[in-house]
Structures are given as structure tokens and as C-alpha cells.
Nanobody
Framework: QVQLVESGGGLVQPGGSLRLSCATS????????MNWYRQAPGKGREMLAY????????NYADSVKGRFTISRDSAKNTVYLEMNSLKPEDTAVYYC??????????WGQGTQVTVSS
């Protein structure tokens, strides 16, 4: 059974940091590129960060470039999103996504991040 379980969300003050984790199981982690998305209330799902199957290539949305860092640990079948300098507009539900070269994709259930003073 495929599972992607996000954790690490919560309430943080503006300027603060959070580290999201996405623990995966049920598929061959090394065959899948990993992505982080978010969806704010009333908005569409936005892709934030991509990391290749091997971890040697990453890409970021302009909205998070320089503040967020994606990484993966193949020994733990886990992908991370380090988020720094958080802003109120970063408030959203954050999702991890696994996608193989044929387009087969899996999603996690999401974790809420709220940036507020």
C-alpha cells in the first residue's frame, strides 16, 4: 500500500522556520522524483519545489526561491522541505508528491502551515 505521510506543519511567527517531512512507503522511492506543493484557501495548488530521483537536481518556484530547500534521504525514503523566513502568505496546506518518468503520481494527505503573529 502506497503511503506518503507529511508532518512538521504548525503555527509559526513571521520570519520563523519549519521543516516538513514526507515519509513514504509502498513504492520504490529511488524511481520517483519528489515535489512539494501547497494550496492556500480559495487558491489553486501551487508547485513549490522539485527534486530529481537522484537528488542532484532541484528547482523552486520564484515565490520560495532562496527561502525553501528541498532534500531527500534515500535511506529513510523521506523527502524534506526546509522553510525559512516564513511570511503570512506562506500559510497553506502543504502536500508532497511522488512522480515517476511515466507520470504515475502519488500524493500525501497534506499538513497545515500557518504563519501568523
Amino acid at each position: 500500500q502506497v503511503q506518503l505521510v507529511e508532518s512538521g506543519g504548525g503555527l509559526v511567527q513571521p520570519g520563523g522556520s519549519l521543516r516538513l517531512s514526507c515519509a513514504t512507503s509502498g513504492f520504490t522511492f529511488s524511481n520517483y522524483a519528489m515535489n512539494w506543493y501547497r494550496q492556500a484557501p480559495g487558491k489553486g495548488r501551487e508547485m513549490l519545489a522539485y527534486i530529481s530521483r537522484t537528488g542532484d537536481t532541484t528547482n523552486y518556484a520564484d515565490s520560495v526561491k532562496g527561502r525553501f530547500t528541498i532534500s531527500r534521504d534515500s535511506a529513510k525514503n523521506t523527502v524534506y522541505l526546509e522553510m525559512n523566513s516564513l511570511k503570512p502568505e506562506d500559510t497553506a496546506v502543504y502536500y508532497c508528491n511522488a512522480r515517476d518518468i511515466r507520470g504515475k503520481a502519488y500524493w500525501g494527505q497534506g499538513t497545515q502551515v500557518t504563519v501568523s503573529s
